[in-house]
């Protein structure tokens, strides 16, 4: 082994109540002065600001770079598999298709176990490990028992992990996997955390905190250190080191994300590493969204929903506990969004991003999008601001009330095919029976004609109409080809850009509708900017349907194709 000098690190607990000071170096629970709950950790603030940015220089991009900020006392006690440093990807086809250029997502996806639970696993463990612990308990929805589990497995930590019997059962086998107990209750998951909480009391078990901890809130600030370096310079006019996204955009149950990241952008800022802070957006399935309604009503304590209705098991939180005390403030002071969506939006959304810009998620991930989504076309995220969405978990075997019926389609290939062991070679092509049978794929097909300018507009309709596969696109690039291609092609529907150079889309509709062979064929129009009222006179009855650009997600366009072209 080569010689290491590991590093140590000075940390200090102090209580938000009191203010009332402590060495880290034991488990925590209340303020020994005040009995207040929620505990800060404490660095030598001074001494960081003297080293970062430089000091990060050499060091690996992973989440321990930011080590000084991190309440792990001594490096050798550091469990870790490469957590963290994951890519902050801008969202391409999404970005257009919102018309909001600067959306970005953190690929948390990519962590040792496939969620943002791999920064608080790799934390709470070391410390747990620093602490002398042996054997821990776990109240989980899923990812914290499974990233938990594999940590604890590299630390020599036997793990009790209590899951609702509601978590689909292949993260429950993958939990069972890496050796820890699993304890599934029948129950929602507020109540699982309640028999967790029993069985370690009875048994005299060390019990992760969640939230109330201090690992899981100073893990999730990495994730806020990471998207501040890695945002691109030009996106900020400040001129500091470092840079802070319009909005970061979180699918929320505990909280403790946003909680971490927020408490980063407040320590960024004391560092003089970014000189403002993020807008937060927290978003819950509408079927257990506690924090959305505690927040509509004005309340300063959450009310809890005793009865979540949501499929996104991951995230339904009945009982936020603390985190909405604190989110709530930091939202009411400097803006920000509490905002529910429907499961159906969430799957959509799910859909958007796998089919757009090739990003399967779980779905708790996709009501962060979902949510996206909602705030955009509220008006609440202006198109131009800089968005940074947590894609916080990979997908699991996707759950099949995802794709409908139709997901796939069965090819029958003909059964009276050569038997010998060289006749199966020498006709190991397709066979005209199969030929046959592949073109009976063909029937029913729409043929639509798309006339932009703006090719990248026009990428993004086919892929859009081509994720449902029965679509044949005709593609004109200006008005004139667009009329040519019409007449040619007879399309069942047009979809039409209004501002093009050279012939633009009213002459192109004036043009279409005063031929006969052509006038019949539906036209939706589809428009960069707000119309004029003397536009909208010149459109109105000679077309199908006005949509704005960047204003639509697939399935409404789709629906409205389907509609028309049918
Ligand atoms: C835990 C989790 C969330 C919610 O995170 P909190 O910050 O604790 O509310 C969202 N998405 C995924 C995939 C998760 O595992
Ligand atoms: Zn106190």
């Not at 440093?85 to 040792?112: C, I, W």
């Not at 308990?137 to 604890?152: F, L, M, R």
């Not at 909602?374 to 099949?400: A, Q």
């Not at 704005?548 to 409404?556: L, M, P």
Request: aromatic share 8%.
């Amino acid at each position: 082994m080569t010689k290491q000098s590991y590093f140590k690190n000075q940390v200090w607990l102090e209580c938000a109540s009191c203010g009332h000071r402590t060495h880290f170096d034991r488990p925590v629970t209340n303020c020994e002065k005040c009995g207040g709950e929620w505990i800060d950790a404490r660095y030598d603030y001074n001494a960081v600001e003297q080293a970062w940015p430089d000091a990060l220089q050499n060091r690996p991009f992973d989440m321990w770079r930011y080590r000084e900020l991190m309440p792990l006392r001594d490096d050798v006690h550091k469990v870790t598999m490469g957590e963290g440093g994951t890519p902050l990807l801008h969202a391409t086809n999404l970005s257009l298709m919102l018309g909001a250029p600067h959306v970005y997502f953190k690929d948390e996806r990519q962590g040792p176990t496939g969620s943002f639970k791999d920064r608080q696993a790799s934390l709470a463990i070391s410390v747990m490990k620093e602490l002398g612990i042996t054997e821990a308990v776990v109240a989980s929805t899923g990812n914290v028992a499974i990233s938990y589990s594999a940590y604890s497995a590299l630390a020599g930590i036997k793990m009790w992990t209590f899951l609702t019997s509601l978590v689909p059962p292949e993260k429950m086998h993958e939990v069972a996997l890496y050796g820890s107990e699993v304890i599934k209750v029948t129950a929602t998951y507020d109540h699982t955390k309640k028999v967790a909480a029993d069985f370690a009391n009875r048994k005299g078990i060390y019990q992760d905190r969640g939230i109330r901890g201090i690992s899981a809130r100073e893990a999730m600030k990495t994730l806020a250190f990471e998207i501040a370096e890695q945002l691109p310079p030009q996106l900020d006019p400040a001129n500091t080191p470092w840079r802070t996204p319009d909005w970061y955009i979180q699918a929320v149950s505990g909280g403790m994300g946003p909680v971490g990241v927020w408490k980063a952008f407040e320590e960024m800022v004391t560092l003089g590493l970014v000189d403002r802070m993020p807008k937060l957006a927290c978003i819950q399935a509408a079927g257990c969204a506690p924090m959305v309604q505690s927040f509509e009503k004005g309340l300063e304590e959450a009310e809890p929903i005793l009865n979540p209705q949501t499929r996104v098991i991951t995230i339904a939180t009945g009982s936020p506990g603390p985190a909405y005390n604190y989110l709530s403030r930091v939202i009411r002071e400097h803006g920000g969004a509490f905002e529910a969506v429907t499961d159906e939006e969430t799957f959509r959304a799910m859909h958007v991003m796998a089919k757009l810009d090739g990003v399967s998620m779980e779905p708790a991930a996709a009501t962060a999008f979902a949510g996206l989504f909602k705030l955009i076309s509220k008006g609440v995220i202006k198109r131009d601001e800089v968005i940074v969405v947590n894609c916080s978990g990979h997908t699991f075997p996707v759950e099949k009330h995802l794709l409908g019926d139709e997901w796939a389609r069965t090819v029958e290939v003909p059964q009276d095919l050569p038997k010998t062991q060289e006749t199966v070679k020498a006709e190991s092509r397709p066979t005209e029976g199969l030929l046959g049978s592949l073109e009976q794929l063909d029937e029913h097909v729409q043929s639509i004609a798309i006339i932009e300018d703006d090719p990248q507009a026009r990428l993004l309709l086919r892929r859009i109409l081509q994720t449902r596969g029965d679509y044949r696109v005709f593609e004109a690039a200006d008005g004139a080809a667009g009329i040519e291609i019409v007449r040619q092609e007879h399309p069942d529907i047009i979809l039409l850009d209004l501002m093009m150079p050279g012939v633009d889309g009213f002459e192109v509709l004036e043009s279409l509708k005063a031929d006969e062979t052509t006038s019949d064929v539906p036209v939706i129009v589809i428009s960069a900017k707000e119309l004029t009222q003397d536009e909208r006179e010149r459109l109105s009855g000679q077309i199908d349907k006005l949509m704005q650009k960047g204003n639509f997600t697939d399935e409404e366009l789709l629906e409205e194709i389907l509609k028309r072209a049918a």
